[in-house]
């Protein structure tokens, strides 16, 4: 519906789950897509899914808490793709890897995690502008979090990140409104991947009921979302038709949070 086409994006933690539906996605709607992760098996998948479809891709593996890694990153993908007009900020870590009530919180883990679910996005943010501001047009679509809006418990440092995504969202949001860039973030609800597996489990254990009981009571509507459910929206988001959208955080969320 949203033609992409002439457009380049880059999307990170593109290999599985939420990134690799907007990789996808925004390969389907024309653009070119650079995408980037540590796990190279599962970029390599992704470009190959793109370009069986005809589409352009490709991949570069890189940690991105790795000091200089996401400008590393973004001069590998400009110098073979040409000018990012469309990043997408989506990797990250959840706070499932270390679940703990703040008076027991592993300091390493909030730096890393404010590090690659902040940080990171403001470094990629930063260093897309010269481009996008000489060709007077550009998307930055940062993926936060219906916990960039709610707390997440045993899971400060995630709602910390996620919450501080959202104010770097709407400051840049309004410091290039008149340069043709706009910033918008997704906030999506529980959805069906690795990240989410495990902080599934962490809750099952933590309220002594199963899995599946959990996953049932996610949503209102009744169980997770898909990494698909997500996908149009950053589609959309980065199309010539959303235009007049900035500085906004849409919850895709199953009805979890209604504000
Ligand atoms: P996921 O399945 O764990 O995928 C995360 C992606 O980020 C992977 O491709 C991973 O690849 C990459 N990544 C992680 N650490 C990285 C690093 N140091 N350097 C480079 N890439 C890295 O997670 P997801 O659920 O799709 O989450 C994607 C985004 O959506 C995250 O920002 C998350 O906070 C947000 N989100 C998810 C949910 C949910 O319920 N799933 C809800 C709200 C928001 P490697 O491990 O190979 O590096």
């Not at 190959?48 to 590998?76: F, N």
């Not at 959990?214 to 990494?227: A, D, S, W």
Request: hydrophobic share 45%; glycine share 10%; charged share 20%.
């Amino acid at each position: 519906m949203f033609s992409l086409k002439d457009r380049v994006a880059l999307v990170t933690g593109a290999g599985r789950g939420i990134g690799r539906a907007i990789a996808l996605a925004l390969a389907d709607a024309g653009a070119r897509v650079g995408i980037t992760a540590r796990t190279a098996e599962e970029l390599d998948d992704v470009v190959s899914v793109i370009r069986k479809g005809g589409g352009e891709a490709l991949a570069v593996v890189a940690d991105l808490g790795r000091k200089g890694a996401p400008t590393d990153v973004l001069q590998q993908m400009q110098a073979k793709l040409g000018a990012v007009d469309v990043l997408v900020n989506n990797a990250g870590i959840g706070s499932s890897s270390d679940p703990r009530p703040i008076a027991q919180f592993n300091d390493d883990f909030w730096d890393l995690t404010i590090l690659l679910n902040l940080t990171v996005p403001y470094q990629l943010s930063k260093a897309v502008l010269p481009t996008m501001h000489a060709k007077k047009w550009g998307r930055i679509i940062n993926i936060a979090s219906i916990n960039g809006k709610t707390p997440s418990l045993h899971g400060a440092a995630y709602a910390a990140s996620k919450h501080g995504l959202l104010g770097l969202t709407r400051t840049l949001a309004l410091e290039v409104a008149k340069e043709g860039i706009t910033v918008n973030a997704i906030c999506p609800g529980p959805v069906h991947t690795l990240m989410n597996d495990r902080r599934l489990e962490y809750d099952a254990k933590r309220r002594g009921i199963s899995f599946a009981e959990v996953e049932q009571g996610m949503t209102p509507i009744g169980g997770r979302l898909e990494p698909e459910d997500i996908a149009p929206m950053a589609v959309y988001l980065a199309s010539n038709e959303a235009r007049m959208i900035t500085g906004q955080a849409y919850n895709i969320c199953g009805g979890v949070l209604l504000y």
